[in-house]
C-alpha cells in the first residue's frame, strides 16, 4: 500500500506537507502543490479518510502500547519488576494528555496481532497518535507503524527513520558515568556491573557511560566482572547468587536498575555481606522504593514526569503536523544515599 511518507519523498517536501496540502492548506504554495499532486498520481496514492480526520484532530485517542519479547502492554504487566519503572511514566502520560484533552488507550488486547492487523485495529480505533514504550524495533508492528502514517513517540528507544516519529529518552550514558564516577571517587577500582541483557540499547547506552568513567580514571573494565541478567529482581538476585559462590574479588556493584539492585541487596544479605560495608551498590531509576531499602539505595534519577508529558507534547505536535519535531533527551540526576560507602581495607 503506497503512504504519504512515499508521495512525500517522491516529491521532495515532509509528510506534513502532503497532509497540508490534502486539507487544502493555504500555505502551501502552487508549485509545491502541483509536485505533491503529480507524485500521488504518478505513485497511485488514495488519500486515507481516517487520517485527515486525525490531521484535522477529530480524533482525541492516544495510545499507549509496551510491546516486550511477546507480550503487549496490560494493566497486569504493570505488577512485574521489569515493569515498575514505567508505573510512573503511565501515570506522567495520562495526566499531560487529559491536559491537552486527549483520551489514553491502552491496546493489551493487540499483542497477538500480525504487523497489519495492528495497525489496521489503530486506525479501527481512530487512534490519532502512539506512545510506544521500551520496544524491540526490530518489532515486526514497530516496523508496520512506522511505515504507516500515524504519528508516533517512543520512550526510551532511538526510533527508525520517519518523518512521523521521534523519541523521547533519559541521558543513560551520563547516567551512568555519574554513578560509575562516584564509585571511583570513593576508592573503588573493582567495580562489577550487572547489566540488563546488552541487545537492550538502554543496557548498551549504561555500559558505554561506565566505560567513560572508568576510561577517565585510567581503570580498565575487567570483562569477568561484567554480568548480565533480565531486568526484573528475581533475574538479578539469582545471577549474583550465583557469581557470589564463585568469587567475592569485588568491592562495589553498578546495577542496570533499581528493581535488579533490590534483588542484588538480598543475595549480598544472603551470602553475609554487608552494604556498603562490604559491597557498595548502585541502582538505576530511582524508584520510590529505593527510598525504603535496608540500606536506602544510591541511584540515577530518571526524570519520568518529564519524560512522560514530553512524550505527549511531541505526540500531539506530530498529529498537528508540524515540522521538524526534534526528540527529547531528559538529563539524569545521580541521588547518593547509604548503600555507597568508601573502600575499606
Same mark, same amino acid.
Given at each position: 500500500?503506497?503512504? %504519504? ?11 506534513? @506537507?502532503? #497532509? ?5 492548506? @493555504?500555505? $502551501? %504554495?502552487?508549485?509545491? =502543490? ?6 500521488? =498520481?504518478? *505513485?497511485?496514492?488514495? !488519500? ?55 483520551? *489514553? ?15 489496521? #485495529?489503530?486506525?479501527?480505533?481512530? /487512534?490519532?497518535?502512539?506512545? +510506544? ?8 508492528? $514497530?516496523?508496520?507503524? *512506522?511505515?504507516?502514517?500515524? !504519528?508516533?513517540?517512543? /520512550? ?12 523521547? =529518552? ?18 573503588? @577500582?573493582?567495580?562489577?556491573?550487572? +547489566? ?44 549474583? =547468587? ?14 542496570? %536498575? ?5 534483588? +542484588? ?9 554487608? /552494604? ?12 520510590? *522504593?529505593?527510598?525504603? @531499602?535496608?540500606? !536506602? ?44 560507602? !568508601?573502600?575499606?581495607?
Amino acid at each position: 500500500m503506497v503512504t %504519504s511518507e512515499q508521495v512525500a519523498q517522491l516529491a521532495g517536501v515532509s509528510r506534513a @506537507t502532503v #497532509s497540508r496540502v490534502l486539507n487544502g492548506s @493555504t500555505r $502551501i %504554495s502552487a508549485e509545491t =502543490k502541483e509536485r505533491v499532486h503529480a507524485a500521488i =498520481k504518478e *505513485l497511485g496514492y488514495e !488519500p486515507n479518510i481516517a487520517a485527515q480526520n486525525l490531521a484535522r484532530q477529530s480524533s482525541r485517542m492516544l495510545a499507549l502500547s509496551l510491546f516486550g519479547e511477546d507480550e503487549g502492554l496490560a494493566i497486569s504487566h504493570l505488577g512485574r519488576t521489569e515493569n515498575f519503572f514505567y508505573v510512573d511514566m503511565v501515570r506522567s502520560v495520562d495526566r499531560a494528555a487529559i491536559a491537552a484533552g486527549y483520551d *489514553l488507550f491502552l491496546p493489551s488486547l493487540l499483542h497477538n496481532s500480525s504487523p497489519q492487523d495492528y495497525v489496521r #485495529s489503530l486506525r479501527a480505533r481512530h /487512534v490519532a497518535g502512539v506512545i +510506544m514504550l521500551a520496544v524491540d524495533l526490530a518489532d515486526p508492528r $514497530i516496523q508496520a507503524l *512506522l511505515h504507516s502514517d500515524i !504519528p508516533t513517540v517512543f /520512550v526510551d528507544t532511538i526510533q527508525g527513520q520517519a518523518s512521523h516519529a521521534t523519541f523521547v =529518552k533519559s541521558d543513560h550514558m551520563d547516567g551512568a558515568r555519574q554513578v560509575t564516577e562516584h564509585l571511583i571517587a570513593l576508592g573503588h @577500582t573493582r567495580i562489577a556491573f550487572m +547489566m540488563g541483557p546488552l541487545t537492550d540499547p538502554v543496557s548498551t547506552e549504561r555500559l558505554l557511560g561506565s566505560q567513560q568513567a572508568l576510561a577517565r580514571a585510567g581503570l580498565p573494565l575487567l570483562p569477568d566482572l561484567l554480568w548480565q541478567a533480565g531486568w526484573n529482581t528475581e533475574d538479578a538476585y539469582q545471577a549474583l =547468587k550465583m557469581r557470589l559462590s564463585q568469587r567475592r574479588d569485588f568491592t562495589a556493584i553498578v546495577a542496570g %536498575s533499581d528493581m535488579m539492585a533490590i534483588g +542484588m541487596l538480598r543475595a549480598l544479605h544472603e551470602s553475609g555481606l554487608s /552494604v556498603p560495608g562490604d559491597v557498595s551498590l548502585t541502582g538505576f531509576d530511582d524508584l520510590v *522504593l529505593t527510598q525504603y @531499602t535496608t540500606p !536506602p539505595l544510591t541511584t540515577v534519577r530518571q526524570d519520568r514526569e518529564v519524560m512522560g508529558s514530553g512524550a505527549v507534547q511531541r505526540l500531539i505536535a506530530l498529529i498537528e503536523g508540524r515540522e521538524d519535531v526534534s526528540p527529547l533527551i531528559v538529563p539524569t540526576q545521580l541521588v547518593v544515599r547509604e548503600s555507597t560507602g !568508601p573502600l575499606t581495607e
